[in-house]
């Protein structure tokens, strides 16, 4: 039974292996250059976004959609890493291959259609959850599809997330494949290819009415550009 359960680990590890690196490799460039929000654009909602150190501090704003800090330009294939220190009360996610229309449009996908309105981010996004069910590194399809890659079958990297802490994101997306994860832990891979290239957002969620101040943080962001 032992040396079954270590073999099925050992495949899952080679399923999930990060990327490997070499000297050739493309250097790591920042993101957010730890001053201001050179580079980045607002869409969606109205949370408010701010630089404080050397952290993008993101903070909800009652009565508004859900709100993105985009890229201005679109990346294809990538490896992406930031750290985050999450709220107990607040949802977020990092989008990547995402995009915004200044016009509707509709999406078609096995027979489902989607609308899409104009002015809203859609693509898939990295989940940030802090309720009980824990899918922190889950992969949804904001604004189109929903759920395309939970966690109800990994524990392990359900129970990866530290809250009120210091975490790190790592997202490869190379061709069709997308894979996460969380604090080093496996979270999720997918294969699609409905978006192959878009921009990079970090989400404030709308929290209705809710008053309390509520915010997340992230620092660190930086890329590897693949070809």
């Known amino acids: 039974m032992h040396s079954t359960v270590s073999a099925l680990l050992g495949c899952a ?3 999930f292996a990060v990327l490997p690196t070499t000297a050739a490799d493309p250097v790591w460039k920042p993101l957010f250059n730890g001053q201001d929000l050179k580079g980045w654009t607002q869409h969606g909602g109205k949370a408010t976004y701010a630089v404080e150190g050397n952290e993008i501090v993101g903070r909800a704003v009652p009565g508004t959609p859900n709100s993105f800090l985009c890229t ?3 990346y294809t294939n990538f490896v992406l890493e930031l750290d985050f220190k999450p709220h107990p009360a607040l949802n977020s996610g990092v989008q990547v291959r995402s995009e915004v229309h200044s016009t509707p449009r509709k999406v078609v996908r096995n027979g489902k259609t989607n609308s899409i309105p104009a002015g809203r981010v859609h693509g898939y996004q990295v989940e940030i959850d802090p309720s009980k069910r824990a899918w922190t ?3 949804y399809d904001e604004g189109r599809r929903g759920w395309l ?3 109800k079958t990994n524990d392990t990297a359900r129970a990866a997330l530290r809250m009120g802490e210091w975490n790190q994101f790592r997202i490869e ?3 069709d494949q997308l894979k996460t994860f969380l604090n080093g832990v496996p979270a999720a891979q ?3 290819s409905m978006t192959p290239s878009g921009f990079i957002a970090l989400q404030v969620h709308g929290v209705g009415k809710n008053t309390n101040q509520l915010e997340l943080r992230w620092r660190n962001v930086r890329i ?3 070809p």
Do not use: M, P, T
């Open 13 to 15: 590890c080679v399923a």
């Open 190 to 192: 997918l294969r699609d």
């Open 224 to 226: 590897q550009e693949l």
């Open 173 to 175: 997306c190379v061709g």
């Open 72 to 74: 201005e330009r679109s």
């Open 149 to 151: 890659a939970d966690l």
């Open 137 to 139: 590194g889950g992969i």
